[in-house]
């Protein structure tokens, strides 16, 4: 499985100088690479690295760097064309295709530069990198990151790493394949319902509440509204702030809960039922306004950590049709809209049963998940 892995770096000031530096002048060379292509109408790497070589050396990029940013602006080039191929920005007059293909492609001060073994080193057991800088060779970087990640990194770090910037910081992206064990043959399926209320409820009757997480929205929603109020450059930079902690606390939240579900499906050898996704992020835009509050790459993040590392334990996961999965008895399968009495309860006007609302939505995934899973894989396991 092939992902990538963040881990933040630690330079001296010195350091950080020369890493902004390098940034920027490779992105400056990338710009400058960008427009003899337009000029030429040269896209290839290989012409590129003819006709721009030689005045990147002289700019004062190494061999690999400058090979980097040329591929860097030959694959910028073959993405935008693709896609306008491909009718994403309009029919050829369209004013935003004239717009994007009538000029050369300019990249930003803080884009990402890869980076090759040759121009990036770990060092594992100091935590350290010593990485290619237009100042010369930077030794002795700390970086630091979650546990997990800084694991990956040392075990299956694979090809390019990307330096990037993101609101005076820097950061390594590095790419990693990790080797995952085969999918077992699920006994049933945990079926987990997401939501805003209770973040997640799984048919195991396990509710995860939002309620620390919401707290801290509606907190961040109402100082952004004051800040944005004043709109000075500093209750700007304060907004980035509040925005970046947001969403690290969300981020964190999502990482312990699809953790605990995924463990537990493991542990009883179970695979996972989820919501198709798009019916996720649908979802969390049409309800007014209590959806509203959760943003909806918060659903989609959750749904995504839990597909990942399912995969990586060889937890199976299948996604179902989320259709009526609220007004549904998970008993009698009689479909209703007065089934759900309130927000949180489930009362089946049909056969009785009384239970959470969120947690009967977990117990449909799970029966819908099994079916599905029956009708994709015969008894021997091939499919039908
Ligand atoms: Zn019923």
Redesign the pocket.
């Known amino acids: 499985m092939i992902t990538v892995v963040r881990v933040k770096l630690r330079p001296t000031p010195a350091q950080k100088d020369a890493l902004a530096s390098t940034l920027r002048r490779c992105n400056e060379a990338a710009t400058m690479v960008a427009s003899r292509a337009f000029e030429e109408r040269t896209y290839r790497r290989q012409s590129l690295q003819r006709l721009t070589y030689y005045n990147l050396k002289s700019a004062g990029l190494s061999a690999q760097p400058a090979l980097h940013v040329i591929r860097k602006v030959a694959d910028a080039y073959t993405t935008l064309h693709a896609n306008v191929r491909n009718g994403r920005y309009g029919k050829p007059e369209s004013k935003r295709r004239v717009a994007v293909t009538g000029k050369p492609i300019v990249f930003r001060d803080t884009a990402a530069q890869p980076y090759d073994d040759r121009c990036l080193s770990w060092q594992h057991d100091k935590q350290t990198v010593s990485i290619w800088s237009v100042e010369g060779r930077l030794k002795d970087i700390p970086f630091t990151g979650r546990k997990e990640d800084l694991e990956q990194v040392r075990e299956y770090r694979k090809g390019e790493t990307d330096l990037v910037e993101h609101q005076g910081e820097f950061y390594l992206v590095a790419t990693v394949d990790e080797p995952t064990p085969a999918t077992f043959e699920p006994r049933g399926f945990l079926g987990v319902d997401l939501g805003v209320a209770n973040i997640a409820a799984t048919s195991d009757e396990v509710l995860y509440s939002g309620k620390r997480l919401n707290r801290k929205r509606l907190h961040y929603l109402n100082k952004r509204k004051e800040l944005q109020k004043k709109g000075t450059k500093s209750a700007r930079r304060r907004l980035r702030a509040r925005s970046q902690k947001e969403a690290r606390f969300a981020r964190d939240t999502n990482h312990v809960i699809s953790k605990k579900i995924v463990a537990v499906a493991e542990r009883t050898g179970r695979g996972i039922g989820l919501e198709e996704l798009t019916g996720i992020r649908e979802r969390a835009r049409s309800r007014k306004p209590q959806r509203a509050r959760l943003h909806s790459w918060a659903f989609a993040q959750l749904g995504q950590y839990i597909t990942y590392k399912a995969e990586r334990a060889g937890v199976p996961v299948v996604f179902v049709d989320p259709a009526y999965t609220s007004q549904e008895?998970?008993?009698?399968?009689?479909i209703d809209r007065k089934?759900r009495r309130t927000q949180d309860v489930f009362a089946?006007?049909?056969?009785?049963?009384t239970l959470h609302a969120d947690i009967n939505a977990g117990k449909n995934i799970s029966s819908r998940a099994e079916i599905h899973w029956g009708s994709i894989n015969g008894p021997c396991g091939c499919a039908v």
Request: charged fraction near 0%; glycine fraction near 8%; charge should be neutral.
């Open positions: 008895c998970h008993l009698c399968h009689h089934n089946c006007i049909s056969c009785g049963v």
